[in-house]
């Protein structure tokens, strides 16, 4: 079978029923363009390029302390300060909103069940990191009722979750009187904290193969889902590893409320737009690449891993044009049949290789 050329993909894009033809790709204007990322960096410092590109939301974090190889993570930190500016007026003086997330070694299960080594006791820690947070969201003036999500970044299942639902409890009582509450994990622990009334917002870690992860996400339960990790934004040309650290990710279109706050959520149907471009890859899939690269100069993924989403730019028989990683321009073809035909299931993590 044949491998359609990129110019017979870039004649038929405006025709495409999946790009509309005001919309340009990778440009400011792209309808379909990630609004919402999450970053470990000061995202003050490109806020203007992150406006310019349609970005509409930033994740950035809240933490008790400041940790090795994240000097910039805190958003309340006074070395994020522009000019005696904090970090998130700035972001919103550039027409983007905040989701709050509370990540402090929230990776380690022993947090959860007894305590790191600063605190000494699963009670204390907790009391330690809502006190945190409580105190950074006043300030940097987030209006309470907005959300502070908080990070379960390992693979909880029914063996360690009862500690960290103790966890959420106490979260609950405290930093719950003033904010809404989120969760950032696997399936498992975002199904248990949403029965269990523990939290209002449900956020999907790029955890595909953790537990339950697959069936919460089919559930249609979630307010966001963490599509792409770990990409590089605005860096020098050529220069692949620098750039804004950044993670994407997509809204569920049918929820109108992330619990952001600042200059207003992602409208509904941008969402529907962002949603409906998107596919998962039935299997690992080879990325058939023409020699182009991306705008940062660097050469595309050659594969797409099972269960990744990609977004499909066009569609021409057996071959969709894909962006892989979330920049907004084309890397190269993959089999139709290697596809979902939308991103409202996602496959079993036991699909075919």
Same mark, same amino acid.
């Not at 930093?175 to 029965?195: D, E, K, M, P």
């Not at 955890?207 to 069936?215: F, G, L, N, Q």
């Given at each position: 079978m044949?491998?359609?050329?990129? @110019?017979?993909?870039?004649?038929?894009?405006?025709?495409?029923?999946?790009?509309?033809?005001?919309?340009? /790709?990778?440009?400011? &204007?792209?309808?379909?363009?990630?609004? /919402?990322?999450?970053?470990? &960096?000061?995202?003050?410092?490109?806020?203007? &390029?992150?406006?310019?590109? !349609?970005?509409?939301?930033?994740? @950035?974090?809240?933490a008790r302390k400041p940790q090795p190889g994240l000097r910039e993570k805190v958003m309340a930190s006074d070395g994020n300060m522009i000019d005696g500016?904090?970090?998130?007026?700035?972001? /919103?003086?550039?027409?983007?909103?905040?989701?709050s997330l509370y990540q402090y070694r929230n990776n380690l299960p022993e947090k959860f069940s007894k305590g790191l080594e600063d605190t000494g006791s699963a009670k204390a820690e907790v009391a330690a990191d809502a006190k945190a947070a409580l105190e950074q969201a006043k300030l940097i003036g987030q209006p309470e009722g907005s959300a502070i999500y908080f990070g379960v970044d390992f693979n909880v299942s029914r063996a360690s979750v009862e500690p960290v639902l103790e966890y959420f409890r106490a979260v609950n009582r405290t930093?719950?009187?003033?904010?809404?509450?989120?969760?950032?994990?696997?399936?498992?622990?975002?199904?248990?904290? @949403?029965?269990e009334k523990l939290a209002a917002y449900n956020w999907i870690s790029?955890? @595909?193969?953790?537990?339950?992860?697959?069936?919460?996400? !089919?559930?249609g339960q979630w307010h966001l889902f963490q599509n792409q990790v770990d990409r590089r934004w605005f860096g020098p040309p050529g220069k692949c590893s620098m750039g804004l650290d950044v993670d994407t990710n997509i809204q569920n279109p049918t929820v109108s409320s992330i619990g952001a706050w600042g200059a207003g959520e992602v409208n509904k149907s941008r969402n529907q737009k962002i949603f409906d471009q998107r596919r998962f890859a039935i299997r690992a899939t080879p990325v058939v690449q023409d020699g182009g690269k991306d705008r940062q100069g660097c050469k595309p993924d050659k594969s797409v891993p099972r269960n990744a989403s990609v977004r499909i730019l066009a569609q021409s028989g057996a071959w969709c044009s894909v962006d892989v990683d979330e920049d907004g321009n084309a890397d190269g073809q993959v089999k139709t049949a290697d596809l979902t035909s939308n991103l409202a299931t996602m496959p079993p993590w036991g699909s075919p290789s």
């Open positions: 044949s491998i359609v050329s990129r @110019r017979t993909f870039t004649k038929g894009l405006l025709a495409s029923a999946l790009v509309p033809g005001h919309a340009a /790709i990778g440009q400011p &204007n792209d309808p379909a363009g990630i609004a /919402i990322i999450d970053t470990p &960096n000061n995202a003050a410092k490109v806020a203007a &390029n992150l406006s310019a590109q !349609n970005v509409k939301v930033v994740v @950035r974090f809240f500016v904090r970090e998130p007026t700035i972001l /919103i003086r550039h027409g983007l909103s905040i989701v930093v719950g009187s003033h904010y809404a509450i989120g969760i950032y994990g696997n399936g498992f622990v975002n199904r248990t904290l @949403r029965q790029a955890s @595909r193969s953790h537990e339950e992860t697959v069936a919460f996400y !089919n559930s």
